[in-house]
C-alpha cells in the first residue's frame, strides 16, 4: 500500500495505490510516467477538489486541473496496465470514486462530474475486461480523514459527522483500504462492475 497527500498550491490531493511486484513514478500531480514489474492488482485514486460552480469565471481552468487528476489519471493508469492485467489470472481494478458520485453538492462541479465519470469509467471497462477475466470495481468512501479533509475545523467535521453519518464520525484510510482489498481477492472473482459505498452508511440515511 502507497499512502501520500499533497497541499501545495492551495490544493489538496491523495493517491492510494494497491499494488503487487509493481511499482511506478507519480508527476505532479498524478500523472503515470513509467512502471516496472507486473501488474496484478490496481486501485488508482488519486483525487482533488476545489470551489468552482457552473458560474464561476474560472471553471474552465478548475474544470480541465480536477479532470486531469480525477479522471483521466485513472484512465492512464489503467491502460498502462492493460497488458500485465490481462497476462495475469484474474487481474483486479479497484477505483477510488466518492458518495459524490452517488449525488451532487453545491459548489464543487468539477469534482462532482469527475466523481460521477469515475463511476461510469468503472462499469464501461468491467464490461470491456470481462472476457479477459479482469475485474474491475469501485469504492466510493464518504467522509474520511484525509488531506483534503484536514482544512475542515475539528468541530465542524464532529457536527457534520452527528448529523449525516449513521455511525456518527468520519472513517479512516485504513477502513478504505481494507474494502479496496477485498475486492481484489481472489474471494470477489465474480464481482465486477460493483460500486461499493464505504460511507458509514451516509448515503442510505433519508434524513
Not at 1 to 26: A, E, I, K
Not at 81 to 104: H, M
Not at 143 to 148: C, D, L
Request: glycine share 10%.
Amino acid at each position: 500500500m502507497v499512502v501520500g497527500d499533497n497541499r501545495s498550491s492551495g490544493y489538496s490531493y491523495s493517491y492510494r495505490v494497491v499494488f503487487r511486484r509493481w511499482s511506478m513514478t507519480l508527476k505532479d500531480p498524478c500523472g503515470p510516467e513509467r512502471y516496472v514489474g507486473t501488474a496484478m492488482d490496481l486501485a488508482p485514486g488519486a483525487g482533488i477538489s476545489t470551489i468552482a460552480a457552473v458560474d464561476s469565471p474560472d471553471l474552465d481552468r478548475e474544470w480541465e486541473r480536477v479532470m486531469g487528476v480525477n479522471l483521466e489519471a485513472a484512465i492512464t493508469m489503467i491502460r498502462l496496465s492493460l497488458d500485465d492485467l490481462k497476462q495475469t489470472d484474474g487481474g483486479r481494478i479497484v477505483n477510488i470514486a466518492s458518495t459524490e458520485g452517488l449525488g451532487a453538492t453545491r459548489g464543487i462541479l468539477p469534482y462532482t462530474v469527475s466523481k460521477h465519470g469515475v463511476i461510469g469509467l468503472t462499469r464501461a471497462v468491467a464490461m470491456d475486461l470481462a472476457r479477459a477475466g479482469v475485474t474491475c470495481n469501485c469504492i466510493c468512501p464518504g467522509p474520511i480523514e484525509t488531506g483534503m479533509t484536514d482544512p475542515i475545523p475539528a468541530d465542524v467535521r464532529a457536527a457534520f459527522a452527528k448529523r449525516r453519518v449513521p455511525l456518527g464520525r468520519y472513517g479512516t484510510p485504513e477502513e478504505v483500504a481494507h474494502a479496496v482489498l477485498s475486492l481484489a481477492l481472489p474471494a470477489s472473482s465474480y464481482i465486477t462492475g460493483a460500486i461499493l459505498c464505504v460511507d458509514g452508511g451516509l448515503m442510505v440515511q433519508n434524513t
